[in-house]
């Protein structure tokens, strides 16, 4: 089982920056990519980033060209959030998947996010 623990969270201006860190325990050797979703109230669950072990990188469209996801060591991974817009308000999770035997995910319980405009 692999732990995750987001934190950076918080209240900023648009056109700010965050950087959201996800700090990842247990079994971070099997993990074989980690990403970031957020939420919005009364929206779905959307993929933000993600990066694989192997170092590639994907990002949604909205966040492409201000957002990047870096993951430096086995267990840290960073959202780096920069020219924020009200449209990033979201709870911001980090999620991982690994394999122990079977293939197997695990998500943290989430940091929120909120921009101002």
């Known amino acids: 089982q692999v732990q995750l623990v987001e934190s950076g969270g918080g209240l900023v201006q648009a056109g700010g920056s965050l950087r959201l860190s996800c700090a990842a325990s247990?079994?971070?050797?099997?993990?074989?990519?980690m990403r970031w979703y957020r939420q919005a109230p009364g929206k779905q669950r959307e993929l933000v980033a993600a990066?694989?072990?192997?170092?590639?990188t994907t990002y949604a469209d909205s966040v492409k060209g201000r957002f990047t996801i870096s993951r430096p060591n086995v267990t840290m991974v960073y959202l780096q959030m920069n020219s924020l817009k009200p449209e990033d308000t979201a709870v911001y999770y980090c999620?991982?998947?690994?394999?122990?035997?079977?293939?197997?995910?695990?998500w943290g319980q989430g940091t929120q996010v909120t921009v101002s405009s």
């Open positions: 999620y991982a998947y690994y394999w122990v035997g079977q293939a197997r995910s695990d």
């Open positions: 247990g079994s971070i050797f099997s993990i074989n990519g």
């Open positions: 990066i694989t072990s192997g170092g590639s």
